[in-house]
């Protein structure tokens, strides 16, 4: 190929292919996460699964309740989809997550938005992987309905399965608090079972926030 024609073609490849925008929060050093105990910690491990290439994070929750909280400034107008992988091995004893004595899950996955100057002023969607619920359904945490927004992300009884997640957060919190937010302040992930007094054990892939689908 003539140089001047190759040097044209990668300008326009250059110019003309969009840049990629990724953003992973992955589980190989726990050490990056803020642990926040609510009652009795959930332990929490990397371990390594042959499906994927980083280790991904086993919870396993014996009346407790606790999760894994990173501090973020993830830009929802560059990165709004949320994807990633999770499997569960025994679900808390629920039959209905929307009452207090019931709102346990084998995974939570929350996004926090704060378009005020304090906490207070904070909204999370926690997305969740329930046996009980419609998929897409949602409803307000029955401890704080206005400021915590449930969403069944999974709605199956399927044990032992990893199973995707993809979702656009930015649109959902449209749906969810009627208002376009810019950046996501807050991601935790929380496996927990002390409401049914039960036990739940469940694993957690990288979390991957992009431009498009991923």
């Known amino acids: 190929m003539n140089m001047r024609i190759l040097a044209v073609v990668l300008i326009a490849i250059f110019f003309i292919t969009p840049a990629f925008s990724a953003i992973k929060l992955d589980f190989s050093d726990l050490s990056q996460w803020d642990v926040k105990v609510f009652e009795r910690e959930t332990h929490y491990q990397p371990v390594n699964d042959p ?3 980083e280790p991904v994070l086993h919870g396993k929750s014996e009346n407790g309740a606790s999760g894994l909280l990173q501090e973020t400034d993830i830009d ?14 025994s679900f808390p004893g629920t039959t209905d ?5 019931q709102d346990d899950f084998a995974w939570r996955v929350s996004v926090t938005v704060t378009p005020g100057i304090t906490m207070m002023s904070s909204k999370t969607i926690v997305y ?9 359904s949602a409803w307000g945490n029955p401890f704080a309905p206005k400021q915590f927004k449930m969403l069944a992300a999974t709605a199956t009884d ?15 919190f449209k749906r969810l608090y ?3 937010f810019d950046t996501l302040t ?11 007094h039960s036990t739940s054990s469940a694993f957690l892939s990288t979390l991957f926030f992009s431009e498009s689908p991923n």
């Open 158 to 172: 399927q044990k032992d399965t990893w199973v995707k997640v993809t979702r656009n957060v930015r649109e959902d």
């Open 178 to 180: 009627g208002e376009d």
């Open 186 to 196: 807050v991601v935790a992930a929380t496996s927990d079972s002390d409401n049914t």
């Open 76 to 89: 929802l107008n560059k990165t709004p989809w949320l994807s990633y992988w999770w499997k569960v091995e």
């Open 128 to 136: 969740v992987w329930t046996p009980n619920q419609p998929e897409d």
């Open 97 to 101: 997550e929307k009452l207090k004595a």
């Open 51 to 53: 499906k994927f290439s």
